[in-house]
């Protein structure tokens, strides 16, 4: 259970199943048994709304940063809610970039941008379609080290304002500052769900000790 205005993260070590787990819960895989719930829906229901951030930025290069922005609601518009006219989203859109510090470079392309402007562009895009939700899947792996923090930044800003999210990372220093719980996965199992106290300082499991002895 992953609580509204919750920050969470997925934390393991290679193989662990991460991924298999992350890609169940954005809906890209069946789970074997069970259900996932959002907000007490089994998860694909038609007014979900999710807002999905993958390594790669998955931008179109032939559509500028404001363009990115807009598709999913010039396209198919927000699920449960009312077609907004073109102006409107635009303006939305607009104030989503400047959440993100990128309203200056609206009517710029993707190639014109740095990786972590082009991350913060995705960012933005999730958050256009204001999902009940956000997905994070490594979202700082495919960047330089220099660009990194930028792209925490707007995660720390949006986890003080209360977005619920799931995040799978290894960035450790960003997990202990603003993660509310920490799933811990080994073997394809959650072996350990705390605190960022209760696992970096508490834990009882000897595969988290060894985890995290080899990468802080």
Same mark, same amino acid.
């Given at each position: ?22 890609? !169940? ?14 907000? +007490? ?15 790669? *930025? ?5 559509? =500028? ?15 449960? %809610? ?13 104030? *989503? ?16 941008? %740095? ?46 304002? +209360? ?5 799978? =990372?290894?960035?450790?220093?960003? !997990? ?14 959650? !072996? ?6 209760? !696992? ?17």
């Amino acid at each position: 259970i992953v609580d509204k205005g919750e920050l969470c993260t997925l934390v393991g070590p290679s193989g662990c199943g991460k991924s298999t787990l992350f890609r !169940i819960l954005v809906g890209e895989e069946e789970p074997t048994r069970g259900n996932v719930l959002l907000e +007490g829906q089994v998860l694909g229901a038609p007014d979900q709304r999710r807002g999905i951030v993958f390594q790669r *930025y998955s931008l179109y290069p032939h559509l =500028s940063v404001l363009d990115n922005v807009t598709l999913g609601l010039r396209l198919g518009g927000r699920p449960g %809610s009312e077609r907004l006219s073109k102006s409107d989203i635009e303006d939305e859109a607009y104030s *989503y970039l400047k959440r993100v510090r990128l309203e200056e470079h609206a009517r710029k392309y993707p190639h014109q941008l %740095s990786g972590g402007m082009q991350q913060r562009v995705a960012i933005a895009r999730a958050l256009a379609m204001q999902p009940q939700i956000m997905f994070f899947d490594e979202p700082t792996s495919a960047l330089d080290p220099e660009l990194i923090g930028e792209v925490l930044a707007v995660m720390r800003t949006m986890a003080k304002e +209360g977005m619920t999210m799931m995040v799978v =990372s290894h960035e450790m220093g960003f !997990i202990k500052e603003a993660a509310d719980r920490i799933l811990f996965l080994a073997d394809g199992l959650i !072996i350990e769900d705390g605190t960022p106290d209760q !696992i970096f300082n508490q834990s009882k499991h000897q595969r988290t000790i060894e985890f995290l002895s080899k990468i802080l």
